[in-house]
């Protein structure tokens, strides 16, 4: 396969656009931008000529830091053993100030976040109030399903940092002062946040070469790489600083016929050993037919038993003996018995009297 094609940038190009780029933000003044128009951000938007296979987090450091000194920082850190939450702060504090560190506003413990940052509320009070997220690289991966989804549409999910370095100074501010650039495998475009409104257009430029000197470097794909790079901020246009020659075309053609024939190739390797295995099971048990030949064995026709009618209701009744009725003491006689009685009342009446 085709080694990554280079970016070349005309630098006075990309000077002209930063500086047209800032000519519009210093006209652009509405009510709610009059105080933030210094640290407004300026973004790349970077354009591939293929959508890449796996998603990508490629970190990018800056020869000039892209935030102002005024961005609040919030730490995330892990619970200490044997330590409350307050003496949790206290000991990250005294030891952020050992190393030098002195742009961390605020430090949250783990345990603080679970209970006091619970609400809804809470969390979108908590991403308003800080600019940038740092996270103790060992607690990173319990803090999405705290912070909630936020915090990740916002772009501002904490960057992972060890505590346990020692040069966590210049760590912390690499980490600060540096970008992320997210490729996905969804789509051809992604953008990195690499400069500010308040820079000069030197510092601008450099950190623009920089930023895409590293990301040609660091994708995983193979053979023409940037198809289009725009500079814009949130507020204005995208302004074009590099576009790649149609020339490509017949370089990306290649890799395609290529990929396509190595796919072909698999196919067809898969399909020779799904049809021989197919063939030995066929074999299997053809072999195990000719071997086990099944006995004919008659078949006994089976006798019909005949049907039991079954009795009807009025049989049932006739059939079924009468309870035998216990004689009480004091109950009346019954109807048989009153009937004896008259019946010998008159035959004694028919019976003369003899005189």
Same mark, same amino acid.
């Given at each position: 396969? *085709?080694?990554?094609?280079?970016?070349?940038? /005309?630098? &006075?190009?990309?000077? =002209?656009?930063?500086?047209?780029?800032?000519?519009?933000?210093? @006209? %652009?003044?509405?009510?709610?931008?009059?105080?933030?128009?210094? *640290?407004?951000? $300026?973004?790349?938007?970077?354009?591939?000529?293929?959508? #890449?296979?796996?998603?990508?987090? !490629?970190?990018?450091?800056?020869?000039?830091?892209?935030?102002?000194?005024?961005?609040?920082?919030?730490?995330?850190?892990?619970?200490?053993? =044997?330590?409350?939450?307050?003496? @949790?702060?206290?000991?990250?504090?005294?030891?952020?100030?050992?190393?030098?560190?002195?742009? !961390?506003?605020?430090?949250?413990?783990?345990?603080?976040?679970?209970?006091?940052?619970?609400?809804?509320?809470?969390?979108?009070?908590?991403?308003?109030?800080? /600019?940038?997220?740092?996270? /103790?690289?060992?607690?990173?991966?319990?803090?999405?399903?705290?912070?909630? %989804?936020?915090?990740?549409?916002?772009?501002?999910?904490?960057?992972?940092?060890?505590?346990?370095?020692?040069?966590? *100074?210049?760590?912390?501010?690499?980490?600060?002062?540096?970008?992320?650039?997210?490729?996905?495998?969804?789509?051809?475009?992604?953008?990195?946040? $690499?400069?500010?409104?308040?820079?000069?257009?030197?510092?601008?430029?450099?950190?623009?070469?920089?930023?895409?000197?590293?990301?040609? *470097?660091?994708?995983?794909?193979?053979?023409?790489?940037?198809?289009?790079?725009? !500079?814009?901020?949130?507020?204005?246009? &995208?302004?074009?600083?590099?576009?790649?020659?149609?020339?490509?075309?017949?370089?990306?053609?290649?890799?395609?016929?290529?990929?396509? =024939?190595?796919?072909?190739? %698999?196919?067809?390797?898969?399909?020779?050993?799904?049809?021989?295995?197919?063939? %030995?099971?066929?074999?299997?048990?053809?072999?195990?037919?000719?071997?086990?030949?099944?006995?004919?064995?008659?078949?006994? @026709?089976? !006798?019909?038993?005949?049907?039991?009618? =079954?009795?009807?209701?009025?049989?049932?009744?006739?059939?079924?003996?009468?309870?035998?009725?216990?004689?009480?003491?004091?109950? &009346? #006689?019954?109807?048989?018995?009153?009937?004896?009685?008259?019946?010998?009342?008159?035959?004694?009446?028919?019976?003369?009297?003899?005189?």
């Amino acid at each position: 396969m *085709a080694d990554k094609t280079p970016v070349v940038l /005309d630098r &006075a190009q990309v000077k =002209k656009a930063v500086q047209a780029l800032q000519a519009f933000l210093k @006209t %652009k003044s509405t009510s709610d931008a009059l105080f933030l128009e210094d *640290a407004q951000p $300026i973004s790349l938007l970077f354009t591939l000529w293929m959508v #890449p296979r796996e998603a990508q987090s !490629i970190r990018i450091p800056l020869p000039h830091g892209q935030r102002p000194d005024t961005d609040e920082v919030c730490l995330f850190t892990r619970d200490e053993p =044997k330590m409350t939450s307050d003496q @949790t702060q206290r000991f990250y504090k005294k030891l952020l100030e050992e190393k030098g560190v002195k742009n !961390i506003t605020e430090i949250i413990p783990y345990s603080v976040l679970r209970t006091e940052y619970k609400p809804y509320e809470a969390k979108r009070r908590l991403l308003g109030n800080f /600019d940038v997220f740092l996270s /103790d690289d060992r607690i990173r991966r319990r803090l999405p399903s705290h912070l909630g %989804k936020h915090f990740y549409e916002r772009k501002k999910e904490p960057l992972s940092v060890n505590l346990q370095s020692k040069h966590l *100074a210049r760590d912390i501010q690499r980490v600060i002062q540096g970008t992320y650039l997210k490729v996905t495998n969804k789509g051809c475009c992604c953008m990195a946040r $690499i400069a500010h409104a308040g820079m000069t257009a030197d510092e601008v430029t450099e950190n623009i070469e920089a930023a895409v000197q590293t990301v040609v *470097a660091k994708l995983r794909t193979k053979g023409p790489v940037m198809k289009l790079i725009h !500079i814009k901020s949130q507020t204005s246009v &995208a302004l074009p600083i590099f576009t790649s020659d149609l020339n490509q075309l017949s370089e990306l053609e290649k890799i395609k016929e290529l990929a396509r =024939k190595k796919r072909g190739g %698999k196919d067809k390797k898969k399909a020779e050993k799904n049809e021989a295995e197919n063939t %030995k099971q066929t074999d299997a048990t053809s072999e195990g037919k000719e071997e086990e030949i099944p006995q004919l064995v008659p078949m006994a @026709t089976p !006798i019909k038993k005949p049907k039991l009618e =079954k009795p009807s209701k009025e049989k049932q009744l006739e059939k079924a003996p009468k309870p035998a009725v216990a004689k009480k003491e004091g109950k &009346a #006689p019954n109807k048989k018995t009153k009937t004896a009685g008259k019946t010998d009342s008159k035959v004694k009446r028919k019976v003369p009297k003899v005189k």
